[in-house]
């Protein structure tokens, strides 16, 4: 049963435009949502993370929400840079536990 | 900068044979884990280790098993390798942090074949 669901496999989006990712879960236990990037052939990096007792965490060009209520986030990038065409993982989180992750969607970014 | 390195890039092995995956990270990190990545499925969990010779089945332990002797080195270990194994393998590491997760530091995977 998955616990973390990604339900758009991938993205299009243009340079300089906003991209929205999306992410749902089932557990309300959660304590962190993080999201991960990925290229081909390289390891998943740390892109920006979020507690459930907040709303909003921004790092520059990437800002995640969180509503609880809906069990749901997302992940904003703006503005869109073809250098963000990656996988984007989102995960799940709480103590004692390892990282949950989502199945990806795949961004693509056109100049 | 921690780094988490994966001996192999790319294997290639016959049904049957027993493979072993390496990974070491060089920051004392207690806390390891092994995924696997495939199309459509995302990373799915086999195996993690809290501490040395400790170890935790994730979601899909059949068919693997693990090895941490030292704090630094985590393997990945197919019994007798098989057609649905083929996959990329990815290793991860995290210090122990209590009440907030730090991100993983991944290493850079081992694309796996069986043929």
């Known amino acids: 049963d998955q616990q973390v669901k990604q339900n758009s496999p991938s993205l299009s989006v243009q340079e300089g435009r906003i991209s929205i990712l999306n992410c749902d879960y089932t557990?309300?236990?959660?304590?962190?949502f993080l999201w991960y990037k990925k290229y081909p052939a390289e390891g998943p990096t740390f892109l920006i993370s979020?507690?459930?007792?907040?709303d909003k965490n921004e790092d520059g060009r990437f800002t995640v929400f969180l509503n609880k209520s809906a069990k749901h986030l997302s992940l904003h990038i703006v503005p869109s840079q073809p250098g963000d065409s990656a996988v984007y993982f989102c995960?799940?989180?709480?103590?004692?536990?390892?990282?949950?992750f989502g199945k990806g969607t795949t961004l693509s970014v056109s100049s | 900068d921690v780094k988490v390195t994966q001996s192999s890039r790319y294997l290639v092995k016959r049904t049957g044979e027993k493979v072993f995956l390496e990974c070491v990270q060089d920051m004392d990190h207690e806390n390891m884990f092994w995924y696997r990545q495939d199309p459509g499925l995302g990373l799915r969990l086999i195996y993690f280790s809290y501490d040395v010779k400790m170890k935790e089945k994730g979601d899909i332990p059949e068919g693997y098993s693990v090895s941490r002797e030292k704090k630094e080195r985590f393997s990945l270990i197919l019994e007798s390798a098989s057609t649905n194994q083929t996959s990329m393998y990815l290793c991860?590491?995290?210090?122990?942090?209590?009440?907030?997760?730090?991100?993983?530091?991944f290493g850079s995977g081992t694309r796996l074949t069986v043929v």
């Open positions: 991860a590491s995290t210090p122990t942090t209590g009440a907030k997760p730090y991100g993983y530091t």
């Open positions: 557990n309300s236990m959660f304590d962190y």
């Open positions: 979020i507690s459930s007792i907040k």
């Open positions: 995960a799940a989180w709480m103590a004692g536990t390892a990282l949950i």
